[in-house]
């Protein structure tokens, strides 16, 4: 099986903007629904941001809606988080995922089949 590689994270003041990237070295997953999650410190693991396989649709977990935006250009093979007016509340590892696109909850990380390792996000107040 696949994995998925994130980049694009570090530490970064609150208010201020990062953008991670998720690719799929030997893989594309062209068709695959793709997500990303975020894992706190003490926390469980929150649902981010989900793309459909086209880019057609998207959705937002209520703690970021508004101010990230997820997109993805399959011709690149790579999916992006674009993260604007940071919090410190949005200090976690994020995470990027795929899965089959079957019937399923796209926020419900049970359904992904494929992970990335994880990045670290740090926002400073």
């Known amino acids: 099986q696949g994995r998925l590689v994130e980049s694009g994270g570090g530490l970064v003041q609150a208010g201020g903007s990062l953008r991670l990237s998720c690719t799929a070295p030997g893989n594309n997953y062209y068709t695959y629904i793709k997500a990303w999650f975020r894992r706190a410190p003490g926390k469980d693991r929150e649902f981010v941001a989900a793309?459909?396989?086209?880019?057609?649709?998207?959705y937002y977990g209520d703690a970021v809606k508004g101010r990230v935006t997820i997109s993805r250009d399959n011709t690149k093979n790579t999916m992006t988080l674009q993260m604007n007016d940071l919090e410190p509340g949005d200090t976690a590892v994020y995470y990027c995922?795929?899965?089959?696109?079957?019937?399923?909850?796209?926020?419900?990380?049970?359904?992904?089949?494929?992970w990335g390792q994880g990045i670290q996000v740090t926002v400073s107040s």
């Open positions: 793309i459909s396989w086209n880019g057609g649709r998207t």
């Open positions: 995922a795929a899965r089959r696109p079957v019937a399923g909850d796209d926020s419900e990380a049970d359904q992904y089949d494929v």
